[in-house]
């Protein structure tokens, strides 16, 4: 049966690792070829790669950075941020990227999604979108979670999957950074409503969330996270380890 | 030499940086005089199957492939390419493959229980069929990277290893000198590492 996946996320900023506690106050954690070996080396399913730089000057530095890793990793590697068009796609696969995903540049044009995934296959396309609780609703927002965009998030994952996109990372603003465990009842509105892999993020802070994250919600495919793996607060064969005396299939 | 074979479909810089990775000498081409004198064949690809058959046809390479493939070189697909390998595929349609192997490429959907997702992503276990060089390094049970929505079947005799999705699926093929796994093994791990190596050995 297929596994649980376990991915760590690299938010890289001129050439470094960082990760924001609610996306802000970044904090610099290590070098990202450094991390990625590391993690390869040590039971992560699949990295996550996102380019949270804004300069020209960064986003070549992040280039070079990702032909670097992906020239020793042989894991999957999906990268994130900056993508707004199909010529961005080209860019990072032809670094060595698996995966691309579509965060802000979706929200401009969604038929980037349908450009891409008919370019390199649904496969290929990853959508990455940051939820809040606005009232009663779900809500995407755009600008690493600044900007509310209006838009209902169930209904913006489903619209994105039927343009082709073939995974959806959906990061919850409300958990992130507290580390109180992943965002369950928006998750589960998600899972239920697309038939594609779901990738939880947003509040892992110990292995008991983990668990309960593919516990409660049997049709979550991974669990992303950041600092806790960054920090050696969370080991990952360890984390695996726990997930499997606990029923739940994992790659050992 | 191992030739990475070239026919404008996927992304080839896992493939070659795998390679490279393990020591093994490899070039990505579509040149026939390279792919005539390289000791073995890969042949990859990601992708829709009839654009993939027609891009090979296109370019005169299926007759190269096919006649390396009877001169008794050994010749590896991945993924698609594995597919390649096959009689026929009914991705949207019924398209001729090289038929370097008996059986047909046909969709998962109908096939698996219905709650499962399609595409097959992600890591699955393998388990032995028969014995196969592709095995030397590599155990019962270990795990390596899918991603596929059809799959090889009316195959039996050449299945090598198959994987658990709700049903049994083709995970590897065979057939003398042909071979093929249907994952990744450029992104497998060291598992998929090690899947290379035994291919790229020379035994004498």
């Known amino acids: ?34 991390l990625a070996e590391y ?41 994130g941020g900056g993508i707004n068009t199909v010529a961005d796609f080209d860019r990072v696969l032809k670094c060595g990227a698996d995966k691309v995903s579509v965060n802000s540049g979706a929200i401009k044009n969604p038929e980037l999604i349908k450009e891409a995934a008919q370019k390199y296959g649904n496969q290929c396309v990853v959508l990455s979108t940051d939820v809040k609780r606005v009232g009663s609703e779900f809500r995407v927002f755009a600008k690493g979670g600044r900007e509310d965009t209006g838009m209902e998030a169930i209904g913006w994952i489903k619209k994105c999957v039927e343009l082709g996109a073939g995974e959806v990372v959906v990061n919850s603003i409300d958990t992130d950074g507290v580390k109180k465990g992943f965002d369950i009842e928006m998750l589960k509105a998600v899972t239920a409503a697309v038939n594609v892999p779901v990738i939880a993020s947003g509040g892992a802070g110990s292995t008991a969330d983990f668990i309960n994250l593919f516990r409660e919600i049997p049709d979550i495919d991974a669990g992303l996270a950041a600092s806790v793996f960054h920090f050696g607060e969370i080991k990952i064969p360890d984390l695996k380890a726990e997930l499997a005396k606990n029923n739940i299939t994992v790659r050992l | 030499m191992i030739a990475i074979i070239d026919y404008g479909v996927g992304n080839l810089f896992s493939l070659r940086s795998s390679l490279g990775f393990i020591g093994a000498e490899a070039k990505v081409t579509s040149d026939p005089e390279e792919i005539k004198n390289a000791d073995k064949l890969i042949l990859p690809g990601v992708g829709a199957f009839a654009d993939a058959a027609l891009k090979l046809k296109e370019s005169g390479l299926d007759i190269v492939i096919k006649e390396e493939a009877a001169r008794g070189k050994e010749l590896m697909g991945i993924c698609l390419g594995m597919q390649l390998l096959f009689e026929k595929s009914y ?68 299945v090598i290893a198959d994987t658990e999705y709700g049903a049994r699926v083709t995970a ?33």
Not at chain 1, 4 to 29: A, H, Q, S, T, W
């Open chain 1, 1 to 34: 049966m297929i596994t649980k996946r376990i991915i760590p996320c690299l938010d890289v900023k001129n050439g470094r690792v960082v990760k924001g506690v609610n996306f802000e106050g970044l904090v610099d954690v290590s070098s990202p070829t450094g």
């Open chain 1, 39 to 79: 993690y390869s080396e040590n039971g992560a399913d699949e990295l996550v790669f996102y380019d949270i730089t804004a300069s020209f000057e960064g986003r070549e530095l992040f280039t070079d950075i990702l032909t670097k890793v992906a020239r020793r990793i042989f894991i999957p590697l999906t990268v």
């Open chain 2, 91 to 158: 991705e949207y349609g019924e398209h001729e493959g090289l038929g370097l192997i008996k059986g047909s490429i046909v969709p998962l959907a109908g096939y698996i229980p219905e709650n499962l997702k399609i595409p097959h992503i992600g890591w699955n276990a393998i388990s032995f069929k028969k014995e196969h060089k592709l095995f030397k390094y590599i155990k019962e049970g270990d795990f390596v990277y899918f991603v596929h929505s059809y799959y090889a079947a009316d195959c039996e005799d050449s």
């Open chain 2, 172 to 204: 590897a093929a065979a057939s003398g000198n042909i071979m093929g796994c249907q994952f990744h093994p450029e992104k497998s791990g060291n598992v998929g590492l090690n899947i290379l190596r035994a291919f790229c050995e020379t035994e004498n």
